[in-house]
């Protein structure tokens, strides 16, 4: 197996990155850890394909060819256990433009779109940007993990909204919903009749390796690679939707919105589904060791939480708003640039990206403990 390098450092500063050049650092040293890219190299496979269309030459409108389809098959059947046909595929250029094309399909301004938070934010924002009602229900600290509160699940099903967006693994709450909770969010949802929209970007990110990834096959559910193997900037996704008209309604909604996926994005996808899976196994323990460090110290700070995570490298974070004020201004005027809870619906809380080689990690770590210990 080839020995990867994640404790390598690459500066990303002027390569256009949305999260190392973002405009508001200016001329400061700010270590940026608030968007869901990884700072390591990809995988030798990835590279090889890369150069392979570059050398090509031609950068053309490309299709979607049938090995494509055939390995994500394969994958969603070995991995997730779920047996679906090629014709339920629809390839897309990323998941949040899915959200939106699906909400604008199944939702109205009468019944509008659910979802639980926290939550990732295009999730709740979806909403606003079709101008549909938004219907929400908390998710909650039970046995040391994020979960549903099922009756206020429940409760907001009966308001009558037509579609449910859920994300598992859960983004910020980094859970792997179990299958009875699976089989509990299936039985409501069908009882109000309400579409699930469901996204498993994070599935192959499981920071607890005893725990399993139940996929909700769903009415539409959305897979990617993208995250797991650190392409996300090249898009590229597939929606799985069983019922054929469930399936065209989609597919209407994107039609003059949705560009082609690029021949990078197509070859990458493929070695990302057919490649060994030595990078992936080589990430998983480091991201576990990162967790680890961080989850140890976060809960030796005062007014500082932090639940272990089952899945995904976005450590939420919780914080007492009396001992610490404005905890992510405060650490981003100490140069680390963290999300704050408010972007998730989700309160006095900050996100943490930990994908990132170890030492920046410990950076970010000092400097969190140096806000902390100032406001004592």
Not at 12 to 28: A, C, H, I, L
Request: net charge negative; hydrophobic share 45%.
């Amino acid at each position: 197996m080839k020995i990867y390098d994640f404790d390598q450092v690459i500066d990303r500063k002027n390569t256009f990155s949305f999260k190392w050049d973002n405009v508001s650092y200016g001329e400061r040293e700010v270590l940026p850890m608030p968007v869901a890219d990884m700072d390591f190299p990809v995988a030798d496979e990835i590279l090889a394909v890369l150069s392979k269309v570059t050398d090509h030459k031609i950068l053309g409108y490309s299709i979607v060819p049938e090995s494509l389809q055939v390995a994500a098959q394969k994958k969603i059947f070995s991995d997730y256990g779920w047996d679906t046909k090629l014709e339920w595929q629809v390839w897309i250029p990323g998941i949040v433009p899915g959200i939106t094309a699906a909400c604008a399909a199944f939702s109205t301004p009468s019944d509008g779109i659910l979802t639980a938070v926290p939550v990732y934010h295009p999730f709740h924002l979806v909403a606003g940007w079709l101008n549909h009602p938004l219907h929400t229900f908390p998710m909650v600290e039970v046995a040391g993990r994020w979960t549903f509160d099922f009756k206020a699940f429940e409760a907001a099903l009966q308001k009558g909204p037509k579609v449910f967006l859920f994300c598992n693994p859960h983004n910020p709450g980094g859970t792997v919903f179990t299958a009875e909770e699976i089989t509990e969010i299936k039985l409501l949802c069908k009882k109000y009749d309400c579409l699930i929209i469901s996204d498993e970007i994070h599935a192959d990110l499981k920071i607890n390796p005893v725990v399993n990834h139940t996929c909700i096959q769903s009415e539409i559910t959305f897979f990617a690679t993208s995250k797991a193997y650190n392409t996300a900037g090249l898009g590229g996704a597939v929606a799985i939707i069983p019922d054929a008209a469930t399936r065209m309604a989609f597919q209407k909604k994107t039609l003059g919105f949705f560009p082609m996926l690029s021949r990078h994005s197509i070859e990458v996808m493929l070695a990302t589904y057919t490649m060994s899976t030595d990078w992936l196994n080589a990430l998983l323990p480091y991201l576990r060791s990162n967790h680890a460090i961080l989850l140890n110290r976060m809960n030796q700070l005062p007014g500082i939480t932090m639940l272990p995570l089952e899945a995904t490298y976005l450590a939420w974070i919780g914080f007492d708003a009396k001992m610490h004020g404005d905890f992510q201004k405060r650490l981003f005027d100490n140069g680390l640039h963290v999300l704050r809870g408010d972007q998730f619906l989700g309160g006095d809380f900050i996100r943490l990206n930990f994908a990132c080689p170890q030492i920046s990690l410990l950076k970010a770590i000092d400097i969190i403990e140096k806000v902390v210990h100032a406001s004592d």
